[in-house]
């Protein structure tokens, strides 16, 4: 016979450390996405610009293509390997432009 107690303590104590799993795995890949913003952005910043000057005197540089292009790749691959309503994925969006527009003011 099956004790429905224990049943029940083992099915909630499996439930729980199925979202023990699930926050860590989301943590880890927060960290990770983290980490990768950092190092892709000291890249860019580190890296040398094309820069130009219009006829007018402008100076422009590609450092704003060189960001935008290395962000739309990252997100595009999370967006791509998460569901829509996951958590991690709002999470992972405000870290990448939270780490951006960091980036940007104390480069100034």
């Known amino acids: 016979t099956v004790n429905m107690k224990n049943a029940t303590d083992s099915l909630a104590w499996v439930n729980n ?3 023990e799993v699930h926050r860590l795995a989301q943590e880890e890949f927060l960290v990770r996405t ?3 913003t950092d ?3 000291d890249k860019v910043y580190g890296s040398e610009t094309v820069k130009n000057q219009s006829s007018e005197g402008k ?3 590609s450092l704003c293509e ?3 292009s290395f962000s739309s790749v990252q997100l595009r691959t999370i967006r791509e390997r998460l569901s ?3 958590d991690a994925l709002i999470l ?3 870290i990448i432009l939270s780490h951006m527009r960091s980036k940007q003011v104390h480069a100034r």
């Open 59 to 61: 100076l422009t540089t």
């Open 17 to 19: 450390m199925l979202w």
């Open 34 to 36: 983290r980490s990768q």
């Open 92 to 94: 992972a969006v405000c």
């Open 66 to 68: 060189d960001i935008f």
């Open 39 to 41: 190092e892709w952005l």
């Open 84 to 86: 829509k309503k996951s």
